[in-house]
């Protein structure tokens, strides 16, 4: 079946500077992968997508990069603020229609003042 | 804020009994998905919702079963309640045929003693 891991469960970073967060996949078939940002309390919130024929995709502050000979993809956020802080998820859609996601184990991204 | 409702925000339940959780989904969305989230995890895909239709289910019992209705509201309902099934659930809705994105709600707490 299909997995979704992250390489870390926790990343403390100071505020202004910038993060990476990383996730390995195993499942190659998958055309579409989700970056989530999940506050305490509240529901995953969509962050960035990018499909499979895409290397790179860029947002306000944030980077998605797929490097799928390796079944890699990353987060990268730019000038880290205060309200970055918060539990992150790569997701993939495993049946190819945008919405029956996998996700990993997350990341917990906490910003240092 | 996404526009996606759920019902009730915590709800404490014994061992062997039932529950049933609602969500209203964002407008204009004509799919909804549900997720368990267990404590300190990434959600899991329960089944997906379309047209009155469970289009989608993952590796969970018959004892997970839903719901939704004509306004694409809809429910989840789990039968003889286990202590494994404490965990946050989260629906979360999107448009076929339009942005695959999701939007999820903020959860409901099930507690089971």
């Known amino acids: 079946g299909e997995s979704v891991g992250l390489h870390l469960p926790t990343l403390s970073v100071q505020e202004g500077d910038n993060s990476i967060i990383n996730c390995a996949y195993s499942?190659?078939?998958?055309?579409?992968f989700i970056w989530y940002k999940q506050e305490s309390g509240k529901g995953p919130q969509f962050i960035i997508d990018?499909?499979?024929?895409?290397d790179k995709r860029q947002g306000q502050r944030v980077t998605v990069l797929l490097n799928k000979t390796v079944k890699h993809l990353s987060l990268q956020i730019a000038a880290t603020q205060p309200g970055d802080s918060a539990v992150y998820f790569c997701a993939l859609d495993f049946n190819n229609a945008g919405n029956m996601l996998t996700f990993g184990g997350g990341t917990r991204l906490m910003v240092k003042p | 804020e996404t526009g996606v409702t759920q019902s009730p925000t915590h709800l404490i339940k014994t061992r062997g009994q039932q529950v049933t959780l609602r969500c209203s989904s964002q407008?204009?969305?004509?799919?909804v998905s549900w997720y368990q989230q267990a404590l300190g995890q990434g959600p899991q895909f329960i089944f997906q919702y379309y047209r009155e239709e469970e289009n989608g289910r993952g590796n969970f019992p018959p004892r997970f079963s839903g719901l939704q209705f004509p306004n694409y509201s809809s429910e989840l309902n789990v039968n003889a309640l286990e202590l494994d099934d404490s965990a946050l659930y989260l629906c979360?809705?999107?448009?076929?045929?339009?942005?695959?994105?999701?939007?999820f709600g903020p959860g409901t707490r099930l507690t089971v003693t």
């Open positions: 499942n190659s078939a998958s055309d579409y």
């Open positions: 990018i499909r499979s024929n895409m």
């Open positions: 407008s204009g969305h004509n799919t």
């Open positions: 979360a809705s999107s448009l076929v045929g339009g942005s695959y994105e999701q939007y």
